[in-house]
T-cell receptor, first 115, second 113 residues
Framework: DAGITQSPRHKVTETGTPVTLRCHQTENHRYMYWYRQDPGHGLRLIHYSYGVKDTDKGEVSDGYSVSRSKTEDFLLTLESATSSQTSVYFC??????????????FGPGTRLTVT | AQSVTQPDIHITVSEGASLELRCNYSYGATPYLFWYVQSPGQGLQLLLKYFSGDTLVQGIKGFEAEFKRSQSSFNLRKPSVHWSDAAEYFCAFITGGGNKLTFGTGTQLKVEL
C-alpha cells in the first residue's frame, strides 16, 4: 500500500469554524490531490498540487484553500465551514511516468461533519 | 463536456454468477481509463487501467475490462463473483494536464449468497 495518511480521520465541527485536513505521504510523489465524496456524485476534485507551492483548482474548489510547503504534506482548509461541506474527503497521490500518467493512490479518507 | 457515465447505480448478482459493470465516457480522444473499487469505510483501490495497446486488460482479483473505442465504453467484467466483491466500483479517466481524474458516480454491487 502506498504510504498515505490523513488526519484527522473523523471530525465534527460547527458552522463557521475553520477546519484544516492534512494529507501526508512517504512516497515522494509529485502530484497530490484532494477529493470529496458524496452520494450520487462519486468523487470530485477540489484542488490539486503538481509540486511544492504549485497548486490549482479542481471542479469544486469554492470554499476551500490548499497549501503545500513541502513534498510530503498537502493541507486542505475550509476557511468557514458550512453544512454543505459535510462529506468524506480523500487525499490521493501520483507520479507522472515516462510513458504517461500513472494511477492515483488514495488515502483512507476523513469523515467531516459540519453541524 | 468531458464526463464518465456509469448507468447502473445498484447491481445485485448471486455468488458465482458473472458480472459486467458498464462505463461510458465522453471525450474527444482516447482517455486514460481506470476502474477503482471501494469497500465500505475504505479508500479506493485500483483494479485495472488502460492506456493503450491491447483493448482487453487484466486486473487484480480476477477482474478484466475491455476498451471499445466505437462505443466509448470501458466495461468491467468478472466471470464468477465472490461474496467479498460486494463494494462500490468507480470508473474514471484522465484527460488534460495535471494527471486529474474524472470519476463516474459509481455502481454499488451487492452479492447474494
Amino acid at each position: 500500500d502506498a504510504g498515505i495518511t490523513q488526519s484527522p480521520r473523523h471530525k465534527v465541527t460547527e458552522t463557521g469554524t475553520p477546519v484544516t485536513l492534512r494529507c501526508h505521504q512517504t512516497e515522494n510523489h509529485r502530484y497530490m490531490y484532494w477529493y470529496r465524496q458524496d452520494p450520487g456524485h462519486g468523487l470530485r476534485l477540489i484542488h490539486y498540487s503538481y509540486g511544492v507551492k504549485d497548486t490549482d483548482k479542481g471542479e469544486v474548489s469554492d470554499g476551500y484553500s490548499v497549501s503545500r510547503s513541502k513534498t510530503e504534506d498537502f493541507l486542505l482548509t475550509l476557511e468557514s465551514a458550512t453544512s454543505s461541506q459535510t462529506s468524506v474527503y480523500f487525499c490521493a497521490i501520483s507520479e507522472y511516468g515516462t510513458g504517461g500518467p500513472n494511477e492515483q493512490y488514495f488515502g483512507p479518507g476523513t469523515r467531516l461533519t459540519v453541524t | 463536456a468531458q464526463s464518465v457515465t456509469q448507468p447502473d447505480i445498484h447491481i445485485t448478482v448471486s455468488e458465482g454468477a458473472s458480472l459486467e459493470l458498464r462505463c461510458n465516457y465522453s471525450y474527444g480522444a482516447t482517455p486514460y481509463l481506470f476502474w477503482y473499487v471501494q469497500s465500505p469505510g475504505q479508500g479506493l483501490q485500483l483494479l485495472l487501467k488502460y492506456f493503450s495497446g491491447d483493448t482487453l486488460v487484466q486486473g487484480i482479483k480476477g477482474f478484466e475490462a475491455e476498451f471499445k473505442r466505437s462505443q466509448s465504453s470501458f466495461n468491467l467484467r468478472k466471470p464468477s463473483v465472490h461474496w467479498s466483491d460486494a463494494a462500490e466500483y468507480f470508473c474514471a479517466f484522465i484527460t488534460g494536464g495535471g494527471n486529474k481524474l474524472t470519476f463516474g458516480t459509481g455502481t454499488q454491487l451487492k452479492v447474494e449468497l
